[in-house]
């Protein structure tokens, strides 16, 4: 006698479910996001960031330390104070950079991707973007940090995580918003192409008003 299947839970999990979801990353194809996309929660989602958050700050503070400590083995002994003060204001740095920057960045990007998806035809939910791409942030988002204190050989490790990311990304914009593999490739990719055209565009903006901006300071200076 048939018997339908059993219907999909579309109710949050309990935030206690997540860990056991970010240790199958490398299980997550499109139909893993499809079956979770219906279990979306905006709250799940800010912890699951908060925690990369947490995670980023820290491997920033060690990572600062390393390379304070590194920098005072070769310094003078008279030039260590100072140079402890400046270790001090960068794992500030650090810590600001790894709080506000991991939350905004995560959003931010996300709500890039979704305007783009969006423009292509798609018309997928903010928050099940956000919920589905925050499995996967948070334990490559680690494994990049953890990485990234190894010299040379763990910034390419942490090169090809980011690559994998990115297929995540595709394979989540494709099931969330109902894309082309070809228009969620797109999606995805066109935060990255216009960072590098804004950057394009100071560093050619300033080449040209380089001169200019140097012809002020100076005739301000001569004028003190």
Known sequence: MYQEPPATPSSPR?????????????????????????RASGSNTLISVLILAAIATVLAVISS?????????????????AAAAGIGGNTLCSLCSGLVGTLLGFYLGNGLVYLGARVLGGSGEFGTQTYLASLFA??????????????????????????????????????????????????????????FVLSCLIIVVLALLGPAIGNVFSDIVTNI
Not at 20 to 26: A, E, I, P, R, Y
Not at 67 to 75: D, R
């Open 14 to 38: 309990p935030f206690s479910e997540l860990p056991g979801l970010w240790t199958k990353v490398l299980q997550m194809t499109e139909e893993f996001f499809a079956q979770e996309a219906p």
């Open 65 to 81: 330390a390393i390379m304070g400590g590194v920098q005072m083995a070769f310094l003078p002994r008279e030039y260590r104070e």
């Open 138 to 195: 948070v334990p490559l988002g680690a494994v990049s940090g953890v990485l990234g204190l190894i010299p040379i050989v763990g910034a390419l490790a942490a090169l090809a995580v980011s690559a994998y990311a990115l297929v995540l990304n595709v394979r989540t914009v494709k099931v969330v918003h109902g894309l082309t593999t070809g228009k969620a490739v797109v999606a995805v990719l066109w935060p990255v192409l216009l960072i």
